[in-house]
């Protein structure tokens, strides 16, 4: 089996790359950028398993690769993240590419005959939803920001070419995302709290917490990435869609005591605003876990102790 990635170069698109290469599955690295020095070094141990395409899958007529490549799944994680003050300068290039992107992905799919294609959505799609109970994929969705209407409106899409011509399609829910490889891109302006308190810890500025009390379900990539790839191999038994998460909360003020502990002198300021700060509940992967047979291998502590000696060993240009 080959594997095609889009939005390879991408924070989970390369994490997914890395994956199933150190599985052993060849890799097309699809991307609409070329790979640059930092990227090449995070693939240097499989990059004999690994070919970089230039390609762009919003482009009318997109044809992806040659039937020769040997593409029987795709990990479908091309996307742009328009949060915050983002969502309205780039609401339409949102819609290209998580909506008409995700359709020319399907379309080529089926016409070369691929098995399978895993469409990595987000549980933004689910919408603000507050208490304890946690979220499972019965949840109907209520999305409020334009990515998250744009991530249901591309599942949808996929899941219906899906039912009409195959491929087979699985959904993959991801929560708050953070680790290795998470930095400034065209398509991701919004980076995640963990990189930027990370961020502060090395290069010694505070950490910031505008929100103490405000809790998260954050996942390790590498996690994220595992689940991405058993969900291209494992046979369908029922249900197509599946979160992919920790299933626990971690507060603002936590992960930043965390961190302080772990990058000794690092310093916080708390700063009130005016966004929100009740907790959205906690999301479910209990049917993912019983379906593959996947368990997350980083706690919050351990990933961002991972995370601290990954940034401190690389000495990334982005975290100055």
Same mark, same amino acid.
């Given at each position: 089996?080959?594997?095609?990635?889009?939005?390879?170069?991408?924070?989970?698109?390369?994490?997914?790359?890395?994956?199933?290469?150190?599985?052993?599955?060849?890799?097309? *690295?699809?991307?609409?950028?070329?790979?640059?020095?930092?990227?090449?070094?995070?693939?240097?141990?499989?990059?004999?398993?690994?070919?970089?395409?230039?390609?762009?899958?919003?482009?009318?007529?997109?044809?992806? +690769?040659?039937?020769?490549?040997?593409?029987?799944?795709?990990?479908?994680?091309?996307?742009?993240? +328009?949060?915050? *003050?983002?969502?309205?300068?780039?609401?339409?290039?949102?819609?290209?590419?998580?909506? *008409?992107?995700?359709?020319?992905?399907?379309?080529?799919?089926?016409?070369?005959? !691929?098995?399978?294609?895993?469409? !990595?959505?987000?549980?933004?799609?689910?919408? +603000?939803?507050?208490? +304890?109970?946690?979220?499972?994929?019965?949840?109907?969705?209520?999305?409020?920001?334009?990515?998250?209407?744009?991530?249901?409106?591309?599942?949808?899409?996929?899941?219906?070419?899906?039912?009409?011509?195959?491929?087979?399609?699985? !959904?993959?829910?991801?929560?708050?995302?953070?680790?290795?490889?998470?930095?400034?891109?065209?398509?991701?302006?919004?980076?995640?709290?963990?990189?930027?308190?990370?961020?502060? *810890?090395?290069?010694?500025?505070?950490?910031?917490?505008?929100?103490?009390?405000?809790?998260?379900?954050?996942?390790?990539?590498?996690?994220?990435?595992?689940?991405?790839?058993?969900?291209?191999?494992?046979?369908?038994?029922?249900?197509?869609?599946?979160?992919?998460?920790?299933?626990?909360?971690?507060?603002?003020?936590?992960?930043?005591?965390?961190?302080?502990?772990?990058?000794?002198?690092?310093?916080?300021?708390?700063?009130?605003?005016?966004?929100?700060?009740?907790?959205?509940?906690?999301?479910?992967?209990?049917?993912?876990?019983?379906?593959?047979?996947?368990?997350?291998?980083?706690?919050?502590?351990?990933?961002?102790?991972?995370?601290?000696?990954?940034?401190?060993?690389?000495?990334?240009?982005?975290?100055?």
């Amino acid at each position: 089996m080959a594997a095609l990635v889009t939005g390879a170069l991408g924070f989970v698109g390369i994490n997914v790359v890395r994956a199933l290469a150190t599985s052993g599955t060849p890799v097309i *690295a699809l991307d609409r950028s070329e790979p640059d020095a930092e990227a090449r070094a995070y693939l240097e141990d499989v990059d004999d398993l690994v070919a970089f395409r230039t390609a762009d899958v919003t482009e009318l007529g997109w044809d992806g +690769p040659l039937r020769h490549d040997g593409v029987d799944a795709v990990v479908h994680a091309a996307a742009v993240t +328009p949060l915050g *003050a983002a969502e309205r300068r780039a609401a339409a290039e949102a819609a290209l590419v998580n909506v *008409a992107g995700t359709a020319q992905v399907l379309e080529w799919a089926a016409r070369a005959g !691929v098995r399978r294609v895993v469409h !990595v959505s987000s549980a933004a799609v689910y919408g +603000p939803v507050r208490g +304890p109970e946690p979220i499972d994929e019965g949840r109907i969705p209520e999305p409020e920001t334009i990515y998250g209407i744009t991530k249901l409106a591309g599942e949808s899409i996929a899941r219906r070419l899906g039912s009409l011509t195959g491929p087979e399609v699985v !959904v993959a829910r991801l929560t708050h995302v953070y680790g290795p490889m998470e930095r400034p891109t065209d398509g991701r302006t919004s980076l995640s709290p963990v990189f930027e308190w990370v961020r502060a *810890a090395v290069a010694g500025d505070p950490l910031r917490s505008t929100a103490p009390d405000l809790a998260r379900d954050f996942i390790h990539v590498s996690d994220a990435a595992d689940a991405l790839r058993r969900m291209l191999v494992t046979p369908l038994a029922g249900g197509n869609v599946f979160n992919v998460s920790s299933g626990s909360w971690t507060s603002e003020a936590r992960a930043v005591d965390l961190l302080r502990h772990l990058q000794p002198g690092a310093r916080a300021i708390v700063e009130h605003n005016e966004g929100p700060t009740a907790s959205r509940s906690p999301v479910s992967s209990g049917r993912l876990r019983r379906w593959a047979g996947w368990q997350p291998r980083f706690s919050f502590e351990e990933g961002c102790r991972q995370y601290l000696e990954w940034v401190r060993a690389r000495g990334a240009t982005w975290t100055s």
